[in-house]
């Protein structure tokens, strides 16, 4: 979880194809902000200003003949709002006062 002035976000990524001579194009999203399938040649992506929400970042690779990844690489992950509070933090320093 991240904090709601950590709304910025880098992915980086790599697909492997030795049909591909190191040619490897990939498809990402990010839901629920961008629900369709974007294609990139990069192998990274960062993602700014990032409202507070749950998100699930999508990538899979295909290579030079169009074949693309059966399963993509997934990360879910959620920026809290800033009203949101921090409970593992308040009890951490609740238990250091003892």
């Known amino acids: 979880m991240l904090e709601y002035n950590e709304n910025t976000v880098n ?14 194009r990939y498809e990402y999203r990010l839901l629920p902000s961008v629900p369709e399938w974007l294609q990139t040649h990069n192998d990274s992506l960062t993602f700014n200003n990032l409202k507070p929400e749950k998100y699930t970042f ?8 169009g074949n693309v990844s059966k ?15 921090s409970y593992g933090l308040e009890c951490s320093l609740y238990l250091q006062h003892f």
């Open 11 to 24: 992915f980086e990524y790599s697909g492997i194809s030795y049909k591909s001579n190191g040619k490897v």
């Open 58 to 65: 999508e990538v899979r690779a295909i290579d030079a003949i």
């Open 71 to 85: 399963m993509p690489a997934q990360v879910n992950f959620e920026v809290k709002s800033i009203t949101q509070k």
